[in-house]
Each structure stands twice: as structure tokens, then as C-alpha cells.
């Protein structure tokens, strides 16, 4: 079964009004967490890595004050879209680290569609 | 960039087995070797990873050279259920930065 869940897996939003995707590891904590946005025929292009208890490190290009990423806590983190407009629309995924003693594995969400009229 | 470097495509008769490569030159001691897939409009799947050693698990094998820069996600019996989109990447122990490349999209053929 799937250890990372992602919610809603598709958004309509009208431009303008902002968007609330979370992503929620569900059988292990996760202090680091890492969204992603897709589109149709692309690779995941890595728009922030989210700490918990800290501020996230957004990746060049990506605006700060619009794609608003929060991990309050080990299990839960949230991306707020913000002001959306149509050109935001894209698939957002998230994942999450979980350590082990053989390396870290990565478990992504299942994705979130998000279309903005 | 990706550190790590795939063919865009493959083609696998149903069955068969498939090797998909990846080249990685530039890797580290500390960074190891994953490898993920996707299927349409879905989050990407965790396969398998290594270090060092070839690892074998119910869904692939993995075959890492001897040298480390370069790998094999071994299917040993292709199914329908296995096309999709094969990304190497490398993810560091200790770091948190990884980027995808464009990854193997798999077709298998009935």
C-alpha cells in the first residue's frame, strides 16, 4: 500500500484563489519532504525541499511567496498555491525521505492535478 | 542536471526479460544508486536500490558495475503492467539534492 498520500489528486480552482495539496507520510516520520511539479510528457522538475520545523529551500526559479510550502510536522506537509493562475496548472507531486540503515528510499505521492480557470 | 544518463525509449516483447541502462560517471562514495517508475498521470514508484552490490527484490533486479558508474534495473519477465517511464537516479546519503532526468520510457509489446 501506498506510505506516502497526497490530497486532493485533482483540483479545479477558479484564477486568482489559492490551493491547498498536502502530502502526509503515513508509516514513518519524515523530516525532509520534496515537491515537485510535471508536465504532460516531462520529467518531475524539483520545485522545493521542505524541512520540517524550518523554513523550505526552493530550487531557482521557483517563487517563494507563491507556492507556499509548510511541514509542521513529521508526517504532514502542505503546498499552498497561491493566487492561482491557468498557467500553474500541472501535475504537483510530492515524496518523502525515509532513512535507513541501507540508504535513504524515497516514496512519492500519488500526484495531484491541479487545473486553475 | 541529471547525474545520471538513459535511453528515451525501449521496446520489450511481452515475456522477455529487460535490461534497462544507466550511466552515472560523475558518482560519489556516498550517493546511491535508486531507481523509480512511472505510470501515467501517477506519482513515481519506488523499484529498488543499491550501493555497491547487486540487490535483487520481488519487483527487479539491479546490477551495479563494478566501478559504479553505471547500472542495470534488470525485469526478468516483462509484463503490460511494466510499461512505463524508468528513471535512474542518484540519491546522496547525506545530501538532500537529487534531480530526475528524463528517464527510459518502456513499451512492452503483447
Known amino acids: 500500500g501506498a506510505v506516502v498520500s497526497q490530497h486532493p489528486s485533482r483540483v479545479i480552482c477558479k484564477s486568482g484563489t489559492s490551493v491547498k495539496i498536502e502530502c502526509r507520510s503515513l508509516?514513518?516520520?519524515?523530516?525532509?519532504m520534496f515537491w515537485y511539479r510535471q508536465f504532460p510528457k516531462q520529467s518531475l522538475m524539483l520545485m522545493a525541499t521542505?524541512?520540517?520545523?524550518?523554513?523550505?529551500?526552493?530550487e531557482q526559479g521557483v517563487e517563494k511567496d507563491k507556492f507556499l510550502i509548510n511541514h509542521a510536522s513529521l508526517t504532514l506537509s502542505t503546498l499552498t498555491v497561491t493566487s492561482a493562475h491557468p498557467e500553474d496548472s500541472s501535475f504537483y507531486i510530492c515524496?518523502?525521505?525515509?532513512?535507513?540503515?541501507?540508504?535513504?528510499?524515497?516514496?512519492f505521492g500519488e500526484g495531484s492535478w491541479l487545473t486553475v480557470v | 542536471d541529471a547525474k545520471t544518463t538513459q535511453p528515451n525509449s525501449m521496446e520489450s516483447n511481452e515475456e522477455e526479460p529487460v535490461h534497462l541502462p544507466c550511466n552515472h560517471s560523475?558518482?560519489?562514495?556516498?550517493?546511491?544508486i535508486h531507481w523509480y517508475r512511472q505510470l501515467p498521470s501517477q506519482g513515481p514508484e519506488y523499484v529498488i536500490h543499491?550501493?555497491?552490490s547487486n540487490v535483487n527484490n520481488r519487483m527487479a533486479s539491479l546490477a551495479i558495475a563494478e566501478d559504479r558508474k553505471s547500472s542495470t534495473l534488470i525485469l526478468h519477465r516483462a509484463t503490460l503492467r511494466d510499461a512505463a517511464v524508468y528513471y535512474c537516479?542518484?540519491?546522496?546519503?547525506?545530501?538532500?539534492?537529487?534531480?530526475f532526468g528524463p528517464g527510459t520510457r518502456l513499451s512492452v509489446l503483447p
Open positions: 515524496s518523502a525521505r525515509r532513512e535507513g540503515s541501507s540508504g535513504n528510499t524515497i516514496y
Open positions: 508509516d514513518f516520520q519524515a523530516t525532509t
Open positions: 521542505s524541512n520540517e520545523g524550518s523554513k523550505a529551500t526552493y
Open positions: 560523475t558518482i560519489s562514495g556516498t550517493d546511491y
Open positions: 543499491g550501493l555497491t
Open positions: 537516479i542518484l540519491v546522496p546519503y547525506y545530501g538532500q539534492n537529487f534531480v
